[in-house]
């Protein structure tokens, strides 16, 4: 459990941080957290020269909301997810979700920017993003772009980021009505067996807009467009839920871990989702 | 002599002793981040040892390079098996009379197993050259299934012993068999199975797990050539033993040797065995000159040092048919792994599982134990448990549930039934030992009038019916445990360790101001030793516990003892303890008779002085004794005030206890939620109950780990697949639910305090009460057994055979 040698550098700007990232080359990444790559590095899964912290940007920093649109830093922390009593008023799903991330020493250090960026299934963030249908924004050495959560993850650890860009933040539309983040783990610290992000909008007896993302049940997060069209219309009757669940089963891959095997998961996938559409309906 | 006598009762309690809360004395350097732990030594000029490791379950070593290791600026030496096999150091004994490789002789027999050890300067270093050392495998078939061990086409694991019929323990069958042990009566036992009205059978399997100690395993050893002495400072529950093993493998005198166990965090059974990690520290040190430090990291830990349990136990019990118990048959399949590397007393190679009749009056039993080698890790240690007796306690407190179920009868009632009566004690059990005292009806009454066991039933039933109506989707369970541990190894007659008999000591000195400085040759590792020994002296000799230093773990100074596990530091070192306090008192009332010029049968004991009887008025403190004891010539006395005790116990001790768990489980997700857990525990004389308090609710905190999920689990081409705590399930205090402790104390009458060790008893207790409550739940849906660990995809599965998802 120890990494090989590596030289640490911390740049002060978001500048000097791409300048170093396409200076320095495959043998180089980005650390924010490090709850995933330090554990990495440690049991020598990966290898690498230079490790560039993000640390001292102050910029990757902070919680931004103007009409409607928030904007997150890269470098904000979970913690300071779940204190901001701003983000908890325009999006307490986000809250929700952070709560469910491991334990309080984690969620200190660990950043939204490096729970999406990364590209681990196992991640929370990157479902919920999905289902908020937030977008990401890379800088790279051609500049600026925006790339959509839900064109984001290609496989695990393969996203549409370039090697030589920085997810510097994450902005997505202050959500409408109901929300859940429902998931099931085996014990605090673990990733999820199951989980669904679920936002729904209802007028009256109706559903008007619905939105679901699984995680950790394939090797990408699952959002599935079928699953909330099935409930929109819907007074979420029986039916139409059993016909959003089926969607969205549809759209998972479970593999089998020690968490348990294949069928297991299709069935507490079902659960959870279900779960969390009665809970996010209870809130529209 | 003219001051205020205080009361007696104020006296009493200024001292601390027997049976009071003392805080513990250890918490104040464990709660500032001020222990000193293995890792925390730090030498001067000290290098650092990382061992290369197999990838393979089976494989030959063809050839080993290390020449770009030993490039690498800082590398010192790479030690191969050739390195130390002029020493006759490539192999060593384990505790269970087979041996072990130290480094890879030719051939690797678990994942993880040792292969090289690099010494470097610095401790990256050593890992960047472990990843340069090129090993060159040939893997061979893999036996992971310990039933497919003695198959035609299985491999042979131990070619070192293929030919060798006869093993430690008496004849082996089979190239991958260890051992049968064999107790009780068979002929009778299947007699009576044959023709009882009654008969249950079960396969309970104790799963495979590794105690998970806050330090893991490691030493700094430090070999002086100047004076020709080794120091080695280790994660060790046995110092002596390690002391006098280390001499007889290195061939260095035994006073030349000196080993400290300084704050080792926790052992569980983890740091008995002597480990390849330790031989390589010492040769290393003994080649380079230089102190070398080795400190496996978690991963290591989990794959390679002793894991715990892997028995697999077949078991038939008999009864009449209104529930009297008459016999109890078991074959347990023992998979230990690549070498056998038990810590168990040498004429016991399945420890004391032949305390598997539990806390019931069982006339004919029967117990064979076979030995099995298989790709996994060595060990087979006691976790948190006397030798096996977790297993044991397993076995029937799930053979009670089994045949309760047959009986159409409640599990309590049957319990009841069956218990070992208050006045047959000493009880002498079927399978051959004698249980000193117990009062089982009395603690089973108490513990179900406390939970309300029948109202329980009651809501449990409405619970049924609601789930059967659609109304709910949780199913309630109730576990019963009532378990009888078997502790405090042991009478020297029947209880050693590679020859080493199993007494223990106690060396005090009082110092002529009256305070006192006490050793052992035990080790706590958290039992809080410091604490509850001064609060045994302090009541025999009258000396605050205070102002009583404790001191274990250096065997330069402390006495010759065994160690710490097995529950044994109270039965016999807290034996040895009070004895010594009495020799101490005794020379007392010698010195308290001249000083008070009255004949010594003329005085007597009160509680911190000795008094001339008659005359309260008259009297001289131990305080004033021990001044005199050094500073006055008193004719036919030496000076001084000291005493020895060694002390080889009678027999073992019995604690029991009886526990009730109640859980709520989630048919469709496989979650479980315990919502109430009960413990009474009868350690006979309660030295102090909040380190009792805190002892349960530890160990009941690790059998839930156990019964719920913490597994050490292989693939088929055995590859450990829980090697990290990701999946290594180590519950934090979210996952820990609340526990009720209550009590009953019935002294052990052979122990000169009547103590008789608690700190395993929540973990012999827990683990059944847990999974019989998850056995429970499904009672109503036809299910007899389902095997722990009771994770949630298991619960859930077995929800799902049943039906539960229709």
């Given at each position: 459990?120890?990494?090989g040698?590596?030289?640490?550098?911390?740049?002060?700007?978001?500048?000097a941080?791409?300048?170093l990232?396409?200076?320095?080359?495959?043998?180089?990444?980005?650390?924010?957290?490090g709850?995933?790559?330090?554990p990495?590095?440690?049991?020598?899964?990966?290898?690498?020269?230079?490790?560039?912290d993000?640390q001292?940007i102050?910029?990757?920093?902070?919680?931004?909301?103007e009409g409607?649109?928030?904007?997150i830093?890269?470098?904000?922390?979970?913690?300071?997810?779940?204190?901001?009593a701003a983000?908890?008023?325009?999006?307490p799903i986000?809250?929700?979700?952070?709560?469910?991330?491991?334990d309080?020493?984690?969620r200190?250090?660990g950043?939204?920017g490096g729970?999406v960026?990364?590209?681990?299934?196992?991640?929370?963030m990157?479902?919920?993003?999905?289902?908020l249908d937030?977008?990401?924004?890379?800088v790279?050495?051609?500049g600026?772009?925006?790339?959509?959560?839900?064109?984001?993850?290609?496989?695990?650890?393969?996203?549409?980021?370039?090697?030589?860009?920085?997810l510097?933040?994450?902005?997505?539309d202050?959500p409408?009505?109901?929300y859940?983040?429902?998931k099931?783990?085996?014990?605090?610290?673990?990733?999820?067996?199951?989980?669904?992000?679920?936002?729904?909008?209802?007028?009256?007896?109706?559903?008007t807009?619905?939105?679901?993302?699984?995680?950790?049940?394939?090797?990408t997060?699952?959002?599935?467009?079928?699953a909330?069209?099935a409930?929109v219309?819907s007074?979420?009757?029986?039916?139409?839920?059993?016909?959003a669940v089926?969607?969205?089963?549809?759209a998972?891959?479970?593999?089998e871990?020690?968490?348990?095997p294949?069928e297991?998961?299709?069935?507490?996938?079902g659960?959870?989702?279900?779960?969390a559409i009665?809970?996010?309906?209870?809130?529209? | 002599?003219?001051?205020?006598?205080?009361?007696k009762?104020?006296?009493?309690?200024?001292?601390?002793g027997?049976?009071?809360?003392?805080k513990?004395?250890?918490?104040?350097r464990?709660t500032?981040?001020?222990?000193?732990y293995?890792?925390?030594?730090?030498?001067?000029?000290?290098?650092?040892?990382?061992?290369?490791?197999?990838p393979?379950?089976h494989?030959r070593v063809?050839?080993?390079?290390?020449e770009?290791?030993?490039?690498?600026?800082?590398?010192?030496?790479?030690?191969?098996a050739k390195?130390l096999?002029?020493?006759?150091?490539?192999?060593m004994?384990t505790?269970a009379?087979?041996k072990?490789m130290?480094?890879?002789?030719?051939k690797?027999?678990f994942?993880?197993?040792?292969?090289?050890?690099v010494?470097?300067?610095?401790?990256?270093?050593?890992?960047d050259?472990v990843?340069?050392v090129?090993?060159?495998?040939?893997?061979?078939p893999?036996?992971?299934?310990?039933?497919?061990?003695?198959?035609p086409?299985?491999?042979?694991?131990?070619?070192?012993?293929?030919?060798?019929l006869e093993g430690?323990h008496g004849?082996r069958?089979?190239?991958?068999h260890?051992?049968t042990?064999e107790?009780?009566?068979?002929?009778?036992?299947?007699?009576?199975i044959?023709?009882a009205?009654?008969?249950?059978?079960?396969?309970v399997?104790?799963?495979?797990?590794?105690?998970?100690?806050?330090?893991?395993?490691?030493c700094v050893?430090?070999?002086?050539k100047?004076?020709?002495?080794l120091?080695?400072?280790g994660?060790?529950?046995?110092p002596?033993?390690?002391?006098?093993?280390?001499?007889?493998?290195?061939?260095?005198?035994?006073?030349?040797?000196?080993?400290i166990?300084?704050?080792?965090?926790?052992?569980?059974g983890?740091?008995?065995?002597?480990?390849?990690?330790?031989?390589?520290?010492?040769?290393?040190s003994?080649?380079?000159?230089k102190?070398v430090?080795?400190?496996?990291?978690?991963m290591?830990?989990l794959m390679?040092?002793?894991?715990?349990r892997?028995?697999?136990?077949?078991?038939?019990?008999?009864?009449?048919?209104d529930?009297?118990?008459?016999?109890?048959?078991?074959h347990?399949?023992?998979?230990?792994?690549?070498?056998?590397?038990?810590?168990?007393p040498?004429?016991?190679?399945?420890?004391?599982?032949?305390i598997?009749?539990g806390?019931?009056?069982?006339?004919?039993a029967?117990l064979?134990?076979?030995?099995?080698?298989?790709?996994?890790a060595p060990?087979?240690?006691?976790y948190?448990c006397?030798f096996?007796?977790?297993?044991?306690?397993?076995?029937?407190?799930?053979?009670?549930?089994?045949?309760?179920i047959?009986?159409?009868?409640?599990?309590?009632e049957?319990?009841?039934?069956?218990?070992?009566?208050?006045?047959?004690?000493?009880?002498?059990?079927a399978?051959?030992?004698?249980?000193?005292s117990?009062?089982y009806h009395?603690?089973?009454?108490?513990a179900?009038?406390?939970?309300?066991?029948?109202g329980?039933r009651?809501?449990?039933?409405?619970?049924l019916?609601?789930?059967?109506?659609?109304?709910?989707?949780?199913?309630?369970?109730?576990?019963?445990?009532?378990f009888?541990?078997?502790?405090g190894?042991?009478p020297?007659?029947?209880?050693?360790?590679?020859?080493?008999?199993?007494?223990?000591?106690?060396?005090?000195?009082?110092?002529?101001?009256?305070?006192a400085?006490?050793?052992?040759?035990t080790i706590?590792q958290?039992?809080?030793?410091?604490t509850?020994?001064?609060?045994?002296?302090?009541?025999?000799?009258?000396?605050p516990?205070?102002?009583?230093?404790?001191?274990?773990?250096?065997t330069?100074?402390a006495?010759?003892?065994?160690?710490?596990?097995?529950?044994?530091?109270?039965?016999?070192?807290?034996?040895?303890?009070?004895?010594?306090g009495?020799?101490?008192?005794?020379k007392?009332?010698?010195?308290?008779?001249?000083?008070l010029?009255?004949?010594?049968?003329?005085?007597?004991?009160?509680?911190?002085?000795f008094?001339?009887?008659?005359?309260p008025?008259?009297?001289?403190?131990?305080?004033?004794?021990?001044?005199?004891?050094?500073?006055?010539a008193?004719?036919?006395?030496?000076?001084?005030?000291?005493a020895?005790?060694y002390?080889?116990?009678p027999?073992?001790t019995?604690?029991?206890?009886?526990?009730?768990?109640?859980?709520?489980?989630?048919?469709d997700?496989?979650?479980?939620?315990v919502?109430?857990?009960?413990?009474?525990?009868?350690?006979?004389?309660?030295?102090?109950?909040?380190?009792?308090?805190?002892?349960?609710?530890?160990?009941?905190?690790e059998?839930?780990a156990?019964?719920?999920?913490?597994?050490?689990?292989?693939?088929?081409?055995?590859?450990?697949?829980?090697?990290?705590?990701?999946?290594?399930?180590?519950?934090?205090?979210w996952?820990?639910?609340n526990?009720?402790?209550?009590?009953?104390?019935?002294p052990s009458?052979?122990?000169?305090?009547?103590?008789?060790g608690?700190?395993e008893?929540?973990?012999?207790g827990?683990?059944?009460?847990?999974?019989?409550?998850?056995n429970?739940?499904?009672?109503?849906?036809?299910l007899?057994?389902?095997?722990m660990p009771?994770?949630?995809?298991?619960?859930w599965k077995t929800?799902?055979?049943?039906?539960?998802?229709?």
């Amino acid at each position: 459990m120890i990494p090989g040698a590596f030289e640490y550098h911390r740049p002060e700007s978001v500048g000097a941080a791409v300048k170093l990232l396409a200076e320095l080359g495959e043998e180089s990444r980005v650390i924010a957290g490090g709850h995933s790559l330090i554990p990495m590095m440690k049991l020598r899964m990966a290898d690498l020269s230079h490790l560039i912290d993000l640390q001292k940007i102050d910029d990757l920093k902070g919680i931004r909301i103007e009409g409607g649109r928030i904007t997150i830093g890269a470098m904000t922390t979970q913690h300071e997810l779940i204190t901001n009593a701003a983000l908890q008023d325009a999006a307490p799903i986000l809250r929700e979700a952070a709560l469910q991330i491991a334990d309080p020493q984690v969620r200190y250090v660990g950043t939204l920017g490096g729970n999406v960026a990364n590209g681990d299934p196992g991640n929370d963030m990157p479902g919920l993003m999905q289902c908020l249908d937030a977008s990401f924004t890379l800088v790279g050495p051609d500049g600026e772009r925006q790339v959509a959560a839900r064109d984001f993850y290609e496989a695990a650890y393969f996203t549409a980021r370039a090697d030589e860009e920085i997810l510097t933040a994450v902005s997505f539309d202050a959500p409408q009505g109901g929300y859940a983040y429902e998931k099931q783990k085996r014990k605090i610290g673990d990733y999820a067996t199951a989980a669904a992000a679920v936002l729904i909008a209802r007028d009256g007896d109706r559903c008007t807009a619905a939105s679901i993302a699984m995680t950790n049940l394939a090797d990408t997060p699952t959002y599935s467009a079928e699953a909330g069209a099935a409930l929109v219309g819907s007074g979420l009757d029986d039916e139409a839920v059993k016909a959003a669940v089926t969607a969205a089963l549809s759209a998972i891959e479970p593999a089998e871990d020690n968490r348990g095997p294949v069928e297991f998961k299709m069935h507490v996938a079902g659960v959870i989702l279900r779960r969390a559409i009665d809970r996010a309906w209870s809130r529209a | 002599m003219n001051e205020m006598t205080p009361p007696k009762n104020e006296r009493s309690a200024a001292l601390k002793g027997l049976g009071t809360a003392r805080k513990r004395v250890e918490d104040l350097r464990f709660t500032q981040g001020k222990g000193n732990y293995v890792d925390d030594i730090q030498q001067p000029g000290m290098l650092f040892g990382d061992f290369v490791r197999s990838p393979y379950a089976h494989a030959r070593v063809k050839s080993i390079n290390a020449e770009a290791a030993l490039a690498l600026p800082g590398v010192v030496a790479v030690l191969t098996a050739k390195d130390l096999e002029p020493l006759s150091l490539h192999w060593m004994p384990t505790l269970a009379g087979d041996k072990q490789m130290v480094l890879a002789d030719g051939k690797v027999l678990f994942q993880g197993q040792e292969v090289a050890f690099v010494i470097a300067e610095d401790r990256y270093i050593a890992a960047d050259a472990v990843e340069l050392v090129e090993v060159d495998y040939e893997e061979r078939p893999v036996l992971v299934d310990p039933m497919k061990a003695e198959l035609p086409d299985a491999p042979v694991l131990r070619e070192d012993i293929a030919d060798t019929l006869e093993g430690a323990h008496g004849p082996r069958r089979h190239p991958n068999h260890i051992f049968t042990w064999e107790q009780g009566d068979k002929a009778a036992t299947e007699a009576v199975i044959a023709e009882a009205p009654v008969v249950a059978e079960e396969m309970v399997y104790y799963h495979r797990t590794h105690p998970c100690p806050l330090e893991t395993c490691g030493c700094v050893a430090s070999m002086d050539k100047v004076n020709g002495k080794l120091t080695v400072w280790g994660t060790f529950q046995a110092p002596h033993v390690v002391r006098t093993v280390a001499s007889l493998l290195s061939g260095i005198a035994e006073h030349n040797i000196r080993i400290i166990s300084p704050d080792i965090g926790g052992g569980f059974g983890n740091k008995v065995g002597v480990y390849p990690g330790y031989v390589c520290s010492i040769v290393a040190s003994i080649v380079t000159g230089k102190p070398v430090k080795w400190i496996e990291d978690r991963m290591e830990n989990l794959m390679s040092t002793a894991f715990a349990r892997d028995y697999w136990m077949k078991g038939k019990i008999a009864a009449t048919a209104d529930g009297k118990i008459t016999g109890l048959w078991c074959h347990t399949t023992a998979d230990h792994g690549a070498f056998d590397a038990c810590a168990d007393p040498t004429k016991f190679p399945a420890g004391f599982m032949n305390i598997c009749t539990g806390s019931y009056d069982i006339p004919t039993a029967y117990l064979a134990v076979d030995g099995i080698y298989t790709n996994k890790a060595p060990g087979g240690v006691a976790y948190r448990c006397s030798f096996r007796v977790t297993e044991a306690a397993y076995f029937i407190e799930r053979m009670i549930e089994v045949l309760a179920i047959k009986l159409g009868m409640d599990a309590a009632e049957l319990r009841a039934k069956n218990f070992i009566r208050k006045d047959q004690f000493p009880y002498n059990s079927a399978l051959g030992w004698e249980y000193d005292s117990g009062d089982y009806h009395t603690a089973w009454d108490k513990a179900l009038k406390a939970v309300d066991y029948d109202g329980l039933r009651r809501e449990q039933a409405e619970r049924l019916e609601a789930f059967k109506r659609g109304e709910t989707r949780k199913l309630m369970g109730i576990g019963l445990t009532h378990f009888t541990e078997i502790v405090g190894a042991g009478p020297v007659k029947n209880c050693d360790i590679l020859g080493m008999g199993m007494f223990d000591s106690c060396e005090i000195r009082i110092h002529p101001t009256g305070s006192a400085i006490a050793r052992l040759g035990t080790i706590s590792q958290g039992q809080g030793h410091a604490t509850t020994f001064a609060q045994i002296l302090a009541s025999e000799t009258g000396i605050p516990a205070d102002d009583i230093t404790i001191e274990e773990g250096d065997t330069d100074t402390a006495p010759y003892g065994l160690g710490t596990y097995g529950s044994r530091s109270t039965p016999v070192a807290g034996a040895a303890t009070a004895l010594a306090g009495r020799k101490i008192r005794a020379k007392a009332q010698m010195i308290a008779a001249y000083l008070l010029e009255v004949h010594d049968n003329d005085i007597e004991w009160d509680v911190d002085r000795f008094v001339v009887k008659g005359a309260p008025e008259r009297f001289k403190t131990m305080k004033e004794i021990a001044y005199a004891a050094y500073n006055q010539a008193i004719p036919g006395v030496e000076p001084g005030l000291e005493a020895v005790s060694y002390y080889d116990p009678p027999n073992m001790t019995y604690p029991f206890g009886a526990y009730i768990c109640v859980l709520d489980i989630d048919v469709d997700t496989g979650e479980a939620e315990v919502r109430k857990f009960y413990a009474l525990d009868d350690c006979g004389t309660r030295i102090n109950p909040m380190i009792i308090e805190g002892q349960v609710h530890g160990g009941l905190t690790e059998a839930l780990a156990i019964a719920m999920g913490q597994e050490i689990a292989y693939d088929e081409i055995g590859n450990v697949k829980t090697g990290t705590l990701m999946d290594f399930f180590l519950p934090t205090a979210w996952e820990t639910p609340n526990y009720t402790t209550d009590y009953t104390e019935t002294p052990s009458p052979h122990h000169p305090i009547g103590a008789k060790g608690v700190g395993e008893s929540p973990n012999v207790g827990g683990v059944p009460c847990f999974s019989n409550a998850v056995n429970d739940a499904f009672r109503a849906f036809g299910l007899t057994h389902t095997q722990m660990p009771h994770d949630h995809w298991r619960i859930w599965k077995t929800a799902h055979d049943l039906g539960l998802h229709a």
